[in-house]
């Protein structure tokens, strides 16, 4: 791993490593895969503006998220059945995780059971959830969360129906019946045509969800709930009056609907009608330490990174994790050093330039 330079290039080692049907399946979006594109495009446009002569000997990294430390405002993502990725699975990857110390947010669909990535080392963990027709099937997996110590629930909200994932449809794409759910339901579904995944979140994903399901699943559960898939000022408000504990402006790495907005473009609209009420994070394009301090400098709390994670455990299991993270992290303390921001409470709006506040000074 000594020749890799940057997160990016872990794709590339990912994409030879794994069975093409899986390598599509991670990297793949929705449809024409513009949002995809627009995910990573939409940080270039944004510039810094450093400032000099700061005192950055010393660069303090560190945050809280649900009041929890970690050591950069830098998160794991919920992203699917990480054992088609490596034998280890999320157990890989939740090690890495503690290992840099932050937070990993483990997917409601992953390969280990909810128990399995509790036991493999101690750290703060989030669990993400759908919401399923059989509720009590996600109430199962909340309270197994709770016993295992999981600080907090991430529901996803931008899942009615399954967005068109046109490799997985041609590959054909296999689910593999998932651990979490032996004994209560199959989740081996097998089509005659199309994408085994698409097939069962179609037949299990409760499409009847609405804002008032908040009520259920506070009542189920006391630990924060954060609602995952915001892209818009108006249910930023929604889920703010629903009393969550945290938002995550996504647009579920540009798998659902295509032509959706790039994250980082809603992020400030988001982050200023909270007002500083709950945390916001961002979740979609992040493959630089630049791309978090600017995700910072708009109002995020903490970014979370997808694809690379699993990237890096495809080609390096947990050291690759690892190596994804600190990648990430010296960047953003380079950036911050040179952007003369020595903590995270120094990097603000002033440090950046959007491409709308350039095109208007050109008027």
Same mark, same amino acid.
């Given at each position: 791993m000594?020749?890799?330079?940057?997160?990016?290039?872990?794709?590339?080692?990912?994409?030879?490593?794994?069975?093409?049907m899986?390598?599509?399946?991670?990297s793949?979006?929705?449809?024409?895969?513009? =949002?995809?594109?627009?995910n990573?495009? *939409?940080?270039?446009r944004?510039?810094?503006?450093?400032?000099?002569? %700061? #005192? /950055?000997? @010393?660069?303090?990294?560190?945050?809280?998220?649900?009041?929890y430390?970690?050591?950069?405002?830098?998160?794991?993502?919920?992203t699917?059945?990480?054992?088609?990725?490596?034998?280890?699975g999320?157990?890989?990857?939740?090690k890495?995780?503690?290992?840099?110390?932050?937070?990993?947010?483990?997917?409601?669909?992953?390969?280990?059971?909810i128990?399995?990535?509790?036991?493999?080392?101690?750290?703060?963990?989030?669990?993400?959830?759908?919401?399923?027709?059989?509720?009590?099937v =996600?109430?199962?997996?909340v309270?197994? *969360?709770?016993?295992?110590?999981?600080?907090?629930?991430v529901?996803? %909200? #931008? /899942?009615? @129906?399954?967005?068109?994932?046109?490799a997985?449809?041609?590959?054909?794409m296999v689910?593999?019946?998932?651990?979490?759910?032996?004994?209560?339901?199959?989740?081996e579904?097998?089509?005659?045509?199309?994408?085994?995944?698409?097939?069962l979140?179609?037949?299990?994903?409760?499409?009847?969800?609405?804002?008032?399901?908040?009520?259920?699943?506070?009542?189920?559960?006391?630990?924060?709930?954060?609602v995952?898939?915001i892209?818009?000022?108006?249910?930023?408000?929604?889920?703010?009056e629903?009393g969550?504990?945290?938002?995550?402006?996504?647009?579920?790495?540009a798998?659902?609907?295509?032509?959706?907005?790039?994250?980082?473009?809603?992020?400030?609209?988001?982050?200023?009608?909270?007002?500083?009420?709950?945390?916001?994070?961002l979740?979609?394009?992040?493959?630089?330490?630049?791309?978090?301090?600017?995700?910072?400098?708009?109002?995020?709390?903490?970014?979370?990174?997808?694809?690379?994670?699993?990237?890096?455990l495809?080609?390096?299991?947990?050291?690759?994790?690892?190596k994804?993270?600190?990648?990430?992290?010296?960047?953003?303390?380079?950036t911050?050093?040179?952007?003369?921001?020595?903590t995270?409470?120094?990097i603000?709006?002033?440090?950046?330039?959007?491409?709308?506040?350039?095109?208007?000074?050109?008027?």
């Amino acid at each position: 791993m000594d020749q890799i330079v940057n997160v990016n290039e872990f794709q590339e080692l990912a994409k030879r490593a794994l069975p093409k049907m899986y390598y599509d399946f991670y990297s793949g979006g929705a449809e024409d895969q513009h =949002t995809l594109k627009e995910n990573v495009e *939409a940080f270039t446009r944004i510039m810094f503006r450093p400032r000099v002569l %700061v #005192d /950055v000997s @010393k660069i303090d990294m560190s945050t809280r998220i649900l009041g929890y430390p970690i050591s950069a405002p830098i998160m794991i993502a919920p992203t699917a059945m990480h054992m088609l990725a490596h034998p280890q699975g999320e157990t890989a990857t939740a090690k890495a995780a503690a290992a840099c110390n932050t937070i990993m947010i483990v997917s409601y669909m992953a390969s280990c059971t909810i128990e399995e990535v509790a036991s493999s080392c101690n750290a703060v963990r989030f669990l993400q959830i759908y919401v399923y027709k059989r509720r009590d099937v =996600t109430a199962q997996m909340v309270k197994r *969360a709770e016993k295992a110590g999981f600080k907090a629930i991430v529901l996803t %909200v #931008d /899942v009615p @129906k399954f967005g068109r994932r046109e490799a997985d449809i041609k590959n054909k794409m296999v689910c593999p019946q998932l651990r979490n759910f032996e004994g209560l339901i199959s989740t081996e579904v097998l089509p005659s045509e199309g994408s085994g995944v698409e097939a069962l979140a179609s037949s299990t994903f409760d499409a009847s969800l609405t804002w008032k399901d908040i009520e259920w699943l506070r009542s189920i559960t006391k630990l924060p709930i954060m609602v995952k898939g915001i892209l818009t000022r108006e249910d930023a408000l929604r889920a703010i009056e629903a009393g969550v504990d945290g938002i995550v402006v996504s647009n579920h790495g540009a798998r659902q609907l295509d032509y959706s907005p790039a994250t980082i473009t809603v992020l400030e609209e988001i982050v200023h009608v909270v007002g500083g009420r709950v945390p916001v994070l961002l979740d979609g394009g992040v493959r630089r330490g630049t791309d978090v301090f600017k995700a910072l400098a708009l109002g995020a709390q903490a970014v979370l990174i997808g694809r690379p994670v699993v990237y890096g455990l495809a080609a390096k299991g947990e050291d690759g994790v690892r190596k994804v993270i600190d990648m990430l992290k010296n960047e953003l303390e380079l950036t911050m050093a040179l952007s003369g921001c020595p903590t995270i409470d120094d990097i603000t709006r002033n440090n950046v330039r959007t491409e709308s506040e350039r095109l208007k000074s050109m008027l």
